[in-house]
T-cell receptor
Framework: NAGVMQNPRHLVRRRGQEARLRCSPM?????VYWYRQLPEEGLKFMVY????????ESGMPKERFSAEFPKEGPSILRIQQVVRGDSAAYFC??????????FGQGTRLTVV | RKEVEQDPGPFNVPEGATVAFNCTYS??????FFWYRQDCRKEPKLLMS???SGNEDGRFTAQLNRASQYISLLIRDSKLSDSATYLC?????????????FGQGTILTVHP
């Protein structure tokens, strides 16, 4: 049973470009969460999704950020018109229940 | 006040030492509590859940005091491999579903 798979592991984007981060949850897990970890800071919750539904997006920035978890395929975190402040590690976690989370290895986004 | 507060350390201890980490949380309605471990530039990994009755896993002991909103982690007989950042994590429960709140982490370095 593969763990939570995230890709790419590293992503470099120029300011103004779009970044797409993908997350495939563990088999049998229907809950997906995205977290962001800025340099030297703790993880911050961004969004919680189930298949085809956003359950809680209270941590998502109001602009430029969106997330989806379609019926088929991975969950996608999309950042439009990236800025330097978006540089961070983005972790996806999945869970068979509501609170026990297993994390992927993360995508390190660098905006140049 | 931060929702989950930890002493960031760093804690530098010799092999074989006993070290204790503390954490406080602000939401008295919080339901579930965890300690995660995060190695440098890696994903967080669940170390143990924390229960009011206290729980032990080998050299690790976790305690929860709901009245004081206080969580602790005790590591006995420290090993070099225990060097990592230890994250105190709280789940609010209720309709917050998958939202985990992380402390900023406590850095532990075990030296020979």
């Amino acid at each position: 049973n593969a763990g939570v798979m995230q890709n790419p592991r590293h992503l470099v984007r120029r300011r103004g470009q779009e970044a797409r981060l993908r997350c495939s949850p563990m088999k049998g897990h229907s809950h997906v969460y995205w977290y962001r970890q800025l340099p030297e800071e703790g993880l911050k919750f961004m969004v919680y999704l189930q298949k085809e539904n956003i359950i809680d997006e209270s941590g998502m920035p109001k602009e430029r950020f969106s997330a989806e978890f379609p019926k088929e395929g991975p969950s996608i975190l999309r950042i439009q018109q990236v800025v330097r402040g978006d540089s961070a590690a983005y972790f996806c976690a999945s869970s068979p229940r509501r609170e026990e989370a297993f994390f992927g290895q993360g995508t390190r986004l660098t905006v140049v | 006040r931060k929702e989950v507060e930890q002493d960031p350390g760093p804690f530098n201890v010799p092999e074989g030492a006993t070290v204790a980490f503390n954490c406080t949380y602000s939401n008295s309605a919080s339901q579930s509590f965890f300690w995660y471990r995060q190695d440098c530039r890696k994903e967080p990994k669940l170390l143990m859940s924390v229960y009011s009755s206290g729980n032990e896993d080998g050299r690790f002991t976790a305690q929860l005091n709901r009245a004081s909103q206080y969580i602790s982690l005790l590591i006995r007989d420290s090993k070099l491999s225990d060097s990592a950042t230890y994250l105190c994590v709280v789940h609010a429960g209720g309709t917050s579903y998958g939202k985990l709140t992380f402390g900023q982490g406590t850095i532990l370095t075990v030296h020979p």
